[in-house]
């Protein structure tokens, strides 16, 4: 028989650092897991990715028991460090960094799992609509095909 779900939390942490902070401690404690646990098996899966912050679903079920789902980082993070810039521009139309083609399929590919795009290409156009907003360009890219 399958357990039965107490509750689902979204949580974003950061990638082989969590702590039992407020952050992690009010999202969780209410529901009476082991939170040095889930901290625990959390860093140990992340410690590859440190620098980001990485969205997690935790499924926590009535027995107090718990698994989780580890996310691709923010589009967002992956094109500011892909562009070597600190944040993105306040207004789109100022340019703060570039990414070239092949920086942006890189991208696309760790996010696609976590796009609803069908293929590569239309993941690709996803993140180059995000580095837009941002104020990051893409060389040689054209959208248009």
Do not use: W
Not at 23 to 36: E, F, V
Not at 43 to 67: H, L, M, V, W
Not at 97 to 122: C, F, H, P, S, Y
């Amino acid at each position: 028989m399958a357990k039965k779900v107490k509750a689902e939390v979204k949580i974003q942490l950061p990638a082989g650092k969590a702590t039992s902070g407020p952050k992690t401690g009010s999202s969780l404690g209410p529901h009476g897991i082991n939170i040095s646990a889930f901290i625990k098996e959390f860093n140990e899966k992340t410690a590859k990715q440190e620098g980001f912050d990485i969205p997690c679903i935790i499924t926590i079920y009535e027995d107090r028991s718990f698994t989780f789902v580890l996310k691709a980082p923010p589009a967002a993070d992956l094109i500011k460090k892909e562009a070597g810039i600190e944040k993105g521009s306040d207004k789109s139309r100022n340019k703060v960094g570039k990414l070239t083609v092949d920086q942006l399929r890189k991208i696309a590919e760790m996010k696609m799992q976590d796009l609803t795009a069908a293929n590569i290409e239309a993941a690709m156009s996803v993140i180059a609509g995000t580095a837009r907003s941002m104020g990051v360009s893409v060389e040689g890219y054209n959208e248009k095909k």
